[in-house]
């Protein structure tokens, strides 16, 4: 096999392999994972951040994720019900999303506290479609934003919770984090491969 076809053979798997893991690696955290908590007094609301004060988000390959606590400031029993969060993010970082996760984390007993009933988004003040998987269950992923999350764009999530009261439940863990805009990730990968080829070029 001749080195002219191994390279061309070679070359689009390689950028299929890198896209690949360029998109696991930037789908893991942010920059900061920050933890923030949040009381539910005096009722089922909770506002996290606001148009003059967004909470900052910084897609990062090697961060945490967002992790949120959510408990009543007299140490009662989150009680059952719809629980309302409303967050404004604004993106920090350099990636634009397309993606939004949410994970509900079990109590201290292995108990899931609740599960997303709805969503609804704004980029910038404006409504943006998307899909939502995991509806019913603790776990949900938002996906095919109609609408880039930019860097400096403002992004607003409202989400309902059917939070399930348990003896333990003095305290509901939320984990999020964004992921880059598959076109961007691509192009950061096949930036990486060109880059590497060229390197090998030049010491040939």
């Given at each position: 096999m001749n080195a002219s076809f191994t390279k061309h053979i070679l070359t689009p798997v390689l950028v299929l392999a890198l896209f690949v893991i360029c998109n696991t690696a930037l789908a893991q955290g942010t920059a900061t994972g920050p933890i923030t908590s949040h009381i539910v007094d005096p009722g089922p609301i909770v506002v996290i951040g606001d148009l003059t004060s967004p909470i900052p988000i910084d897609l990062d390959p090697l961060g945490q994720p967002w992790t949120k606590n959510i408990s009543d400031p007299n140490g009662n029993i989150i009680s059952g019900g719809p629980l309302d969060l409303n967050e404004t993010i604004i993106?920090?970082?350099?990636?634009?999303?397309?993606?939004?996760?949410?994970?509900?984390?079990?109590?201290?007993?292995?108990?899931?506290?609740?599960l997303w009933t709805s969503v609804i988004m704004t980029v910038n003040g404006n409504p943006i479609t998307f899909n939502a998987v995991g509806l019913g269950t603790p776990n949900l992923w938002l996906d095919t934003f109609s609408q880039p999350v930019l860097?400096?764009?403002?992004?607003?999530?409202?989400?309902?919770?059917?939070?399930?009261?348990?003896?333990?439940?003095?305290?509901?863990?939320?984990e999020e984090y964004p992921t880059p805009e598959p076109a961007s990730a691509a192009l950061m990968g096949l930036g990486s491969l060109l880059l590497m080829a060229r390197r090998k070029g030049t010491s040939e």
């Open positions: 993106n920090v970082g350099t990636e634009p999303w397309l993606d939004w996760h949410e994970h509900i984390l079990p109590d201290a007993t292995g108990i899931v506290p609740g860097p400096g764009d403002v992004l607003n999530v409202r989400k309902i919770i059917d939070a399930t009261p348990g003896p333990a439940l003095l305290q509901m863990r939320i």
